[in-house]
Protein backbone atom coordinates (compact mmCIF):
# COMPACT_ATOMS: atom_id res chain seq x y z
CA UNK A 1 0.00 0.00 0.00
CA UNK A 2 1.06 3.52 -1.08
CA UNK A 3 2.55 5.40 1.87
CA UNK A 4 0.91 8.48 2.73
CA UNK A 5 2.39 11.76 2.55
CA UNK A 6 0.91 15.37 3.51
CA UNK A 7 0.79 17.60 0.56
CA UNK A 8 0.29 21.16 1.13
CA UNK A 9 -2.89 22.23 2.01
CA UNK A 10 -4.38 24.35 -1.17
CA UNK A 11 -7.31 25.93 -2.06
CA UNK A 12 -8.47 27.77 -4.98
CA UNK A 13 -9.70 31.50 -4.12
CA UNK A 14 -11.99 33.36 -6.02
CA UNK A 15 -12.34 37.22 -5.52
CA UNK A 16 -15.99 37.51 -5.98
CA UNK A 17 -18.12 33.99 -4.98
CA UNK A 18 -21.89 34.12 -4.86
CA UNK A 19 -23.11 33.54 -1.86
CA UNK A 20 -24.07 29.87 -2.05
CA UNK A 21 -20.49 28.88 -3.25
CA UNK A 22 -19.52 25.43 -2.72
CA UNK A 23 -16.30 25.01 -1.09
CA UNK A 24 -15.07 20.95 -1.87
CA UNK A 25 -12.84 18.88 0.21
CA UNK A 26 -10.46 16.49 -1.58
CA UNK A 27 -7.83 13.61 -0.27
CA UNK A 28 -5.22 13.23 -3.27
CA UNK A 29 -3.20 10.18 -3.68
CA UNK A 30 -0.18 10.34 -6.11
CA UNK A 31 -1.03 9.45 -9.55
CA UNK A 32 1.21 10.77 -12.65
CA UNK A 33 0.67 12.24 -14.30
CA UNK A 34 -3.06 13.09 -13.19
CA UNK A 35 -1.81 14.10 -9.33
CA UNK A 36 1.43 14.73 -8.53
CA UNK A 37 3.53 17.07 -6.44
CA UNK A 38 5.22 19.36 -8.28
CA UNK A 39 7.49 22.44 -7.30
CA UNK A 40 7.16 23.34 -3.32
CA UNK A 41 5.08 20.66 -2.82
CA UNK A 42 1.73 22.57 -4.55
CA UNK A 43 -0.36 19.36 -6.35
CA UNK A 44 -0.55 19.29 -10.35
CA UNK A 45 -1.39 16.85 -12.55
CA UNK A 46 -3.69 16.95 -15.71
CA UNK A 47 -6.46 16.23 -13.38
CA UNK A 48 -6.16 18.84 -10.59
CA UNK A 49 -5.74 21.20 -13.62
CA UNK A 50 -8.98 19.80 -15.15
CA UNK A 51 -10.90 19.87 -12.29
CA UNK A 52 -9.31 23.53 -11.18
CA UNK A 53 -10.45 25.28 -14.14
CA UNK A 54 -13.83 23.45 -14.15
CA UNK A 55 -14.50 24.38 -10.45
CA UNK A 56 -12.84 27.95 -10.56
CA UNK A 57 -15.96 28.50 -13.28
CA UNK A 58 -18.58 27.54 -11.62
CA UNK A 59 -17.84 29.33 -8.66
CA UNK A 60 -16.00 26.89 -6.15
CA UNK A 61 -13.16 26.74 -4.20
CA UNK A 62 -11.07 23.20 -3.67
CA UNK A 63 -9.03 22.47 -0.59
CA UNK A 64 -6.65 19.80 -0.92
CA UNK A 65 -6.14 17.86 2.37
CA UNK A 66 -3.48 15.21 3.24
CA UNK A 67 -2.74 12.77 0.63
CA UNK A 68 -4.65 9.26 1.42
CA UNK A 69 -4.25 5.47 0.46
CA UNK A 70 -6.84 5.13 -2.39
CA UNK A 71 -9.04 2.92 -0.16
CA UNK A 72 -9.48 4.83 3.11
CA UNK A 73 -9.86 7.79 0.88
CA UNK A 74 -13.28 6.07 -0.17
CA UNK A 75 -13.98 4.95 3.07
CA UNK A 76 -14.04 8.44 3.89
CA UNK A 77 -15.67 10.33 1.11
CA UNK A 78 -18.58 7.25 1.84
CA UNK A 79 -18.78 9.05 5.78
CA UNK A 80 -19.40 12.29 4.28
CA UNK A 81 -15.94 13.77 5.40
CA UNK A 82 -14.95 14.22 2.04
CA UNK A 83 -16.56 15.84 -0.93
CA UNK A 84 -15.27 15.00 -4.14
CA UNK A 85 -12.86 12.29 -5.86
CA UNK A 86 -11.51 12.90 -9.42
CA UNK A 87 -11.24 10.69 -12.36
CA UNK A 88 -14.42 8.37 -11.08
CA UNK A 89 -16.17 5.72 -13.05
CA UNK A 90 -20.38 5.55 -12.69
CA UNK A 91 -21.29 2.34 -10.76
CA UNK A 92 -24.70 1.21 -9.34
CA UNK A 93 -23.21 1.15 -5.64
CA UNK A 94 -21.51 4.72 -5.70
CA UNK A 95 -24.97 6.04 -7.28
CA UNK A 96 -26.09 5.49 -3.86
CA UNK A 97 -24.00 7.93 -1.85
CA UNK A 98 -22.40 10.10 -4.60
CA UNK A 99 -23.43 12.52 -7.35
CA UNK A 100 -21.49 12.33 -10.93
CA UNK A 101 -20.92 15.63 -13.32
CA UNK A 102 -20.58 15.05 -16.99
CA UNK A 103 -17.31 13.75 -18.21
CA UNK A 104 -14.41 15.68 -18.56
CA UNK A 105 -12.10 13.31 -19.89
CA UNK A 106 -11.59 9.72 -21.43
CA UNK A 107 -10.15 7.19 -19.34
CA UNK A 108 -8.38 4.21 -21.31
CA UNK A 109 -7.72 0.88 -19.57
CA UNK A 110 -4.63 -1.33 -21.01
CA UNK A 111 -3.33 -4.17 -20.88
CA UNK A 112 0.65 -4.72 -21.57
CA UNK A 113 3.34 -6.99 -22.08
CA UNK A 114 7.21 -6.75 -22.66
CA UNK A 115 7.48 -5.27 -26.70
CA UNK A 116 9.23 -8.85 -27.50
CA UNK A 117 6.05 -10.99 -26.12
CA UNK A 118 3.24 -8.75 -27.20
CA UNK A 119 2.42 -11.27 -30.27
CA UNK A 120 2.23 -14.23 -27.64
CA UNK A 121 -0.58 -12.63 -26.63
CA UNK A 122 -2.24 -10.68 -29.36
CA UNK A 123 -5.38 -12.97 -29.32
CA UNK A 124 -6.63 -12.40 -26.05
CA UNK A 125 -9.83 -10.94 -26.17
CA UNK A 126 -10.85 -11.50 -23.00
CA UNK A 127 -10.26 -12.00 -18.88
CA UNK A 128 -11.66 -15.36 -18.79
CA UNK A 129 -9.55 -16.21 -21.81
CA UNK A 130 -6.62 -15.10 -19.47
CA UNK A 131 -8.28 -17.00 -16.59
CA UNK A 132 -8.44 -20.00 -18.68
CA UNK A 133 -5.00 -20.34 -19.73
CA UNK A 134 -3.62 -18.81 -16.49
CA UNK A 135 -1.81 -15.96 -17.63
CA UNK A 136 -0.18 -14.13 -14.72
CA UNK A 137 -1.51 -10.61 -14.53
CA UNK A 138 -0.29 -7.54 -12.41
CA UNK A 139 -3.97 -5.23 -11.79
CA UNK A 140 -4.42 -2.26 -9.28
CA UNK A 141 -5.41 -3.09 -5.96
CA UNK A 142 -8.61 -0.99 -6.02
CA UNK A 143 -10.88 1.16 -8.85
CA UNK A 144 -13.25 -0.67 -11.75
CA UNK A 145 -12.13 -1.80 -14.94
CA UNK A 146 -15.00 -2.94 -16.51
CA UNK A 147 -17.22 -6.12 -15.98
CA UNK A 148 -15.04 -8.63 -18.07
CA UNK A 149 -12.37 -7.83 -15.19
CA UNK A 150 -14.91 -7.77 -12.26
CA UNK A 151 -16.55 -10.77 -13.27
CA UNK A 152 -13.18 -13.03 -13.59
CA UNK A 153 -11.53 -10.94 -10.68
CA UNK A 154 -14.39 -12.42 -8.30
CA UNK A 155 -13.97 -15.75 -9.14
CA UNK A 156 -12.51 -18.18 -6.55
CA UNK A 157 -9.52 -18.88 -9.01
CA UNK A 158 -8.61 -15.50 -9.60
CA UNK A 159 -5.40 -15.95 -6.93
CA UNK A 160 -4.03 -18.29 -9.75
CA UNK A 161 -3.47 -16.13 -12.17
CA UNK A 162 -4.05 -12.44 -10.92
CA UNK A 163 -1.73 -10.23 -8.34
CA UNK A 164 -2.25 -6.83 -6.97
CA UNK A 165 -0.43 -3.71 -6.90
CA UNK A 166 -0.78 -0.85 -4.41
CA UNK A 167 0.60 2.23 -6.90
CA UNK A 168 2.06 2.38 -10.73
CA UNK A 169 4.87 2.64 -9.68
CA UNK A 170 4.91 -0.41 -7.22
CA UNK A 171 3.81 -2.07 -10.22
CA UNK A 172 6.16 -1.58 -13.08
CA UNK A 173 9.28 -2.32 -10.22
CA UNK A 174 6.94 -6.25 -9.83
CA UNK A 175 6.61 -6.15 -13.91
CA UNK A 176 10.52 -5.79 -13.95
CA UNK A 177 10.92 -8.33 -11.08
CA UNK A 178 9.10 -11.06 -13.52
CA UNK A 179 6.08 -11.20 -11.31
CA UNK A 180 4.05 -11.52 -14.37
CA UNK A 181 3.48 -11.62 -18.03
CA UNK A 182 1.11 -8.93 -18.40
CA UNK A 183 0.30 -5.66 -16.51
CA UNK A 184 -3.23 -3.83 -16.79
CA UNK A 185 -4.32 -0.62 -15.58
CA UNK A 186 -4.83 3.05 -16.73
CA UNK A 187 -2.50 3.06 -19.85
CA UNK A 188 -0.98 6.68 -19.01
CA UNK A 189 -0.05 5.81 -15.80
CA UNK A 190 1.09 2.67 -16.35
CA UNK A 191 3.27 4.29 -19.79
CA UNK A 192 4.61 7.28 -17.17
CA UNK A 193 5.60 4.58 -14.63
CA UNK A 194 7.41 2.40 -17.20
CA UNK A 195 8.75 5.87 -18.25
CA UNK A 196 10.47 7.08 -14.88
CA UNK A 197 12.24 3.45 -14.58
CA UNK A 198 13.13 2.85 -18.24
CA UNK A 199 10.95 0.38 -19.04
CA UNK A 200 9.56 -0.28 -22.50
CA UNK A 201 5.75 -1.29 -22.51
CA UNK A 202 3.91 -2.55 -25.60
CA UNK A 203 -0.35 -2.50 -25.19
CA UNK A 204 -2.27 -6.20 -26.58
CA UNK A 205 -4.65 -5.06 -29.30
CA UNK A 206 -7.60 -6.37 -27.01
CA UNK A 207 -8.83 -3.04 -24.88
CA UNK A 208 -10.52 -3.90 -21.08
CA UNK A 209 -12.24 -0.60 -20.73
CA UNK A 210 -12.41 2.73 -22.27
CA UNK A 211 -15.57 5.26 -20.59
CA UNK A 212 -15.40 9.16 -19.95
CA UNK A 213 -14.40 9.89 -16.14
CA UNK A 214 -16.13 12.39 -13.75
CA UNK A 215 -15.86 14.23 -10.77
CA UNK A 216 -17.70 12.41 -8.19
CA UNK A 217 -19.42 14.47 -5.50
CA UNK A 218 -20.81 13.76 -2.12
CA UNK A 219 -24.17 13.23 -1.80
CA UNK A 220 -25.10 13.88 1.57
CA UNK A 221 -22.33 16.86 1.42
CA UNK A 222 -23.31 18.97 -1.95
CA UNK A 223 -26.43 19.74 -3.61
CA UNK A 224 -28.00 19.03 -6.83
CA UNK A 225 -27.67 22.72 -7.40
CA UNK A 226 -23.73 22.36 -7.32
CA UNK A 227 -23.80 19.77 -9.36
CA UNK A 228 -25.81 21.48 -12.02
CA UNK A 229 -23.45 24.59 -11.94
CA UNK A 230 -19.81 22.27 -12.54
CA UNK A 231 -21.89 20.72 -15.03
CA UNK A 232 -22.83 23.82 -16.99
CA UNK A 233 -19.10 25.39 -15.92
CA UNK A 234 -17.59 21.76 -17.77
CA UNK A 235 -20.17 22.68 -21.08
CA UNK A 236 -18.70 25.88 -21.05
CA UNK A 237 -15.16 25.20 -21.26
CA UNK A 238 -15.66 22.34 -23.48
CA UNK A 239 -16.73 24.85 -25.97
CA UNK A 240 -14.64 27.07 -25.67
CA UNK A 241 -11.72 24.50 -25.96
CA UNK A 242 -10.28 25.10 -22.29
CA UNK A 243 -10.54 21.41 -21.06
CA UNK A 244 -8.99 19.73 -24.36
CA UNK A 245 -5.82 22.67 -24.25
CA UNK A 246 -5.08 20.75 -21.07
CA UNK A 247 -5.33 17.58 -21.96
CA UNK A 248 -3.40 17.67 -24.92
CA UNK A 249 -0.94 19.52 -22.73
CA UNK A 250 -0.88 15.60 -21.19
CA UNK A 251 -1.04 13.90 -23.87
CA UNK A 252 -4.48 12.49 -23.41
CA UNK A 253 -7.03 12.36 -25.78
Known amino acids: MMRA ?18 HLRMAPESWPPYIYSGANGVLAGADVELAQAILREAGCTIEFVAELPSLRREILFRQGKLDLMLAASKTEERRRYARFSSP ?21 DSFDAIARQRIAVLAPRAGWYGADYARAAAATDAGM ?5 GNFQQGIQMFRAGRAELIMGDAAALEHAARQQGITLAALPYVPFSAPVHLMLNASSTTQDQ ?7 IARLEHSGALATIRTRYGLH
Open 104 to 124: YRQEHVRLFAAPDKVQKFAGI
Open 161 to 165: WRNTF
Open 227 to 233: LARINSA
Open 5 to 22: RPFLLAALCLAALPADAC
